[in-house]
Structure formats: structure tokens, C-alpha cells
């Protein structure tokens, strides 16, 4: 197993006779996920999806990545929340927060369309005006506001330098099949065409074209990773809570949050895990935070932010529990020198591997804040790997779907995304919310 789900630490917070209590609404909500019987089951294609993929498109995704690494120096994704934040959380978590960086032979990768920031976009045109560019235009709906201003921008600066025929070879638009008007542009326009498949939500669309065409282009193996997910889906929808960490995160979590616990905090010791925090926050507030209910989702680097955060935890309120991601090895073997100085007193870690030391940091930190009264769930990954970001991927979907079941709520809708956009139009004169712009005007002058 990829990934292990480790609960020693939740003693003296959760007793062994609540795992059984819950099971048999766990299993009633394992159920309706896995035979698409609960609400929002129209958006279910994601538990299938690893081993079910339209295996044409997966070919075209390698040839387009391929052709995309050998006609840029930088490649522009361009999306919001799910269009985005898994495959920046996999190229990160894969390759590494500085791939931009790093000496490689793939282009550099930045994301675009997920801010309405003028700087931000301003200096990302910046980058990419002296170089060679392409860009993959990642909307469902194909009408959100920030990725389609960003796509205004960003074909504008294409077309100037390599006209609309040249523009036809660098840009990839991944949008719904057939409804939407990014699609219908798209195919007017010539570009290449990948599909959000209709069954599938933004939150848990990483392993299709969304995520896998950027993945792809940063020279990850989305063989592996697709395999990942394929062995995660065959033991989660199977095995029994004992064996099943999803099952075991979904219920624990419940338990946790009916006793109050209504923050969890997502803790990692890499700061590659970052983004993957960001996907998770995304995952689980945009599911379970409906209804007036739901666990709000934290997250921390350590041990940055033991010197931001770390007070808090220790000491603040007591309504949070921890989930600390935790990695079984490193792939880097840098040991702390020897210094005959010794001016920091730390000559006694000389010769000590970081991952060791790290190790240290983290077991000493879960240990004060469960003393502290912060239960504490721990998730063990083999290595930082496509294969191993595939499985948690899966994994984090599946106990997200039984998690949202089991809390009652839909777990595939998001209704509230649209409140700020409709405020947001209005205020901006959108016809059609004329009167709603009046009421507006006049609430934020009183
Ligand atoms: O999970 C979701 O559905 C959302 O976060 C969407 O991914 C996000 O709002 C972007 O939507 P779209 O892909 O339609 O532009």
C-alpha cells in the first residue's frame, strides 16, 4: 500500500468502540458512492476514471505534450481552482517548487487565469514576451471570468507574434465535449481540443486531460501515475476500514468532527507538498462546506510555519485536529558539515541526514501538540513519485466522496461559488443585473 493512514496518535481522543459504532454509516455511504446512488451522482465519473479513460485522447495528451515541449521555452496554463490546482500540486510534488528553476529539458510552466491581478498578469506577459510560448486554456464551463480574461491576454500576445496560423499550433484548449462556447471557438479557431468529461467535477478532474496535458509537458510519467490511481481505486472501493485508508481517513475525520473538531489542519514537512495542501483545501472545502456544515480545511508547511502557526496550535482554541502527510524516505541525501567553530552549538548533528533531522522536527512537533490536545492522524507516502502522487490523489478523492456522504451533504456541487460572482458582475454593469448593481452600490456606500 502507497499510502498507509496511521492513528496511534488519535488514543485518548477517540476510543476503538467509535470506529464500530460509525461503520455501519460508513459502509451506507461507501455504498452510495460506489453504486452512484447519492446526490450529485451525475459527477461520479472520477471513481471509474483511472482505469475507464478515453484511451485515444490519453495518446493525443502524450503527442500534444511532446509537441508543446519542443516548440516553447515557456508553457502558460491557464485556469482556476480544479483547472489548475492538481496539476500544479503534481509538478511540484513530482519535480519540485523551483522546476521553473532547475536545469531541465521541458519548458517552464506557469499558471495563469486563476487572479484578476494586473501585476500578476502583468508580469507574467512580461516573461513571456521574448520567448517562445504556448498556452493550454483549462475551462469547464469555458466561461469563467479569470481564466477567460487571461485567455483574452494571452491569445492576444500569440496571434501578435506568430499570427492566427501560427496561433493554431500553439494553443490547446481543454473544455467540455460538446456544450459551451470555448468549445465551439476552439474548433472554429483550429485549435486542439482535450475533454473535462461530463461526468467528472473541476475538484477531481486531475487525471484527465486537465491535469495530465500539463503534467505531461513537465516530463512526469503519467503512465505511472495513472497506475497509481488504478491500484488505489482497487483496494479503496474493495477493502474493509481495517485495510482501507480511505475508508479509516472518511470515518476518523467524522468522528473527529462530531466532537467539535470542526478545523483540520494539513501538515507536511516538504514544502513540494505545498500546492498539494492547496488541491486538498480546495477538495474538501469546495465538498463538505455546505448546509451550515462541514471541517474547515487548514494547512501548514513545518517547520516554517511552527514560527508563524505553531503557537496557535499548541495553545489556541481547542476545536482543531492535525493530519500530518509524512514521507517513509527522502530522494536527497544532504547531511548537516561538521563546523570546528561550532559557533550554533549544533556540531552534535554533524554528519546527520536532513531527512533525519527533519524526522525529528516532525515527530517531536506531533508529540507536543497531541499534549497539547490536538488529536493527530498521520498519512505515509512511499516516495515523492507519479506513482505515489497518483494513489494519494485517489486516495484523497475517494475518503473525500465517503467523507461528504457520511456528513450528508452533495459532495460534487458547489453552489456557493456563485454568490461573489454575481455581486461581482453586477458591481461591474453586466446587463441584466441592473437592479441587483443599485442595491450594491447602495449597501457599500452606507
Ligand atoms: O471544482 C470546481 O468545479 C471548480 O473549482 C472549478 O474547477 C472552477 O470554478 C473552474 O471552473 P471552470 O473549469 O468551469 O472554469
Redesign the pocket.
Given at each position: 500500500m502507497a499510502v498507509k493512514l496511521k492513528t496511534k496518535h488519535l488514543n485518548g481522543f477517540v476510543g476503538e468502540h467509535e470506529l464500530a459504532s460509525i461503520s455501519p454509516a460508513l459502509y451506507a455511504a461507501a455504498d452510495t458512492l460506489k453504486n452512484g446512488t447519492g446526490a450529485g451522482n451525475d459527477f461520479t465519473g472520477w471513481v471509474d476514471h483511472p482505469v475507464n479513460y478515453d484511451k485515444e485522447e490519453y495518446a493525443r495528451i502524450k503527442a500534444a505534450a511532446e509537441k508543446i515541449k519542443k516548440s516553447c521555452d515557456v508553457f502558460v496554463v491557464i485556469?482556476?481552482?480544479?483547472?489548475y490546482l492538481g496539476a500544479r500540486a503534481a509538478i511540484e510534488f513530482v519535480k519540485s517548487p523551483l522546476y521553473n528553476n532547475m536545469k531541465k529539458d521541458t519548458p517552464d510552466i506557469y499558471f495563469a487565469g486563476n487572479t484578476i491581478s494586473a501585476s500578476a498578469t502583468a508580469e507574467l506577459l512580461e516573461i513571456c514576451r521574448d520567448r517562445d510560448v504556448c498556452i493550454n486554456v483549462?475551462?469547464?464551463?469555458?466561461t469563467?471570468t479569470e481564466?477567460a480574461i487571461a485567455f483574452r491576454l494571452f491569445r492576444e500576445l500569440i496571434e501578435k507574434k506568430y499570427g492566427e496560423e501560427g496561433a493554431k499550433e500553439r494553443i490547446f484548449i481543454t473544455t467540455d465535449k460538446c456544450r459551451g462556447t470555448l468549445k465551439a471557438f476552439a474548433d472554429e479557431k483550429g485549435y486542439e481540443t482535450f475533454v473535462?468529461p461530463d461526468d467528472i467535477?473541476?475538484?477531481y478532474s486531475v487525471l484527465t486531460a486537465v491535469g495530465l496535458l500539463p503534467i505531461a509537458v513537465s516530463g512526469a510519467d503519467i503512465d505511472a501515475m495513472m497506475k497509481g490511481a488504478a491500484d488505489a481505486r482497487e483496494l479503496m472501493k474493495n477493502a474493509p476500514v481495517e485495510e482501507n485508508p480511505a475508508l479509516a481517513y472518511a470515518a476518523y475525520r467524522n468522528i473527529l468532527y462530531r466532537k467539535g473538531k470542526t478545523t483540520e489542519i494539513l501538515a507536511a514537512y516538504e514544502p513540494s507538498f505545498a500546492m498539494m495542501c492547496e488541491w486538498w483545501k480546495?477538495l474538501y472545502g469546495?465538498s463538505e462546506g455546505k448546509d451550515g456544515k462541514g471541517i474547515f480545511p487548514a494547512s501548514v508547511i513545518f517547520s516554517t510555519d511552527l514560527h508563524s502557526l505553531g503557537q496557535y496550535i499548541q495553545m489556541g482554541m481547542r476545536n482543531l485536529f492535525e493530519t500530518v502527510v509524512t514521507f517513509a524516505s527522502s530522494r536527497d541525501g544532504i547531511e548537516v558539515p561538521y563546523d570546528p567553530a561550532n559557533i550554533d552549538g549544533l556540531n552534535f548533528l554533524a554528519s546527520k541526514s536532513l531527512y533525519y533531522v527533519n524526522s525529528m522536527a516532525e515527530a517531536g512537533t506531533v508529540l507536543a501538540h497531541v499534549d497539547g490536545g490536538v488529536p493527530n492522524m498521520m498519512i505515509e507516502i512511499d516516495a515523492r513519485d507519479e506513482y505515489n502522487y497518483g494513489y494519494l490523489v485517489y486516495f484523497f478523492e475517494y475518503a473525500c466522496g465517503v467523507s461528504g456522504y457520511l456528513l450528508g451533504v452533495n459532495p460534487f456541487d458547489?453552489p456557493g461559488?456563485e454568490a461573489y460572482k454575481k455581486n461581482m458582475f453586477a458591481l461591474l454593469g453586466k446587463s441584466g443585473y441592473e437592479e441587483m448593481q443599485v442595491d450594491l452600490i447602495e449597501r457599500l456606500n452606507k
Open positions: 485556469g482556476i481552482g480544479g483547472s483549462i475551462s469547464k464551463s469555458g469563467t481564466p473535462v467535477g473541476g475538484r480546495q469546495e458547489q461559488v
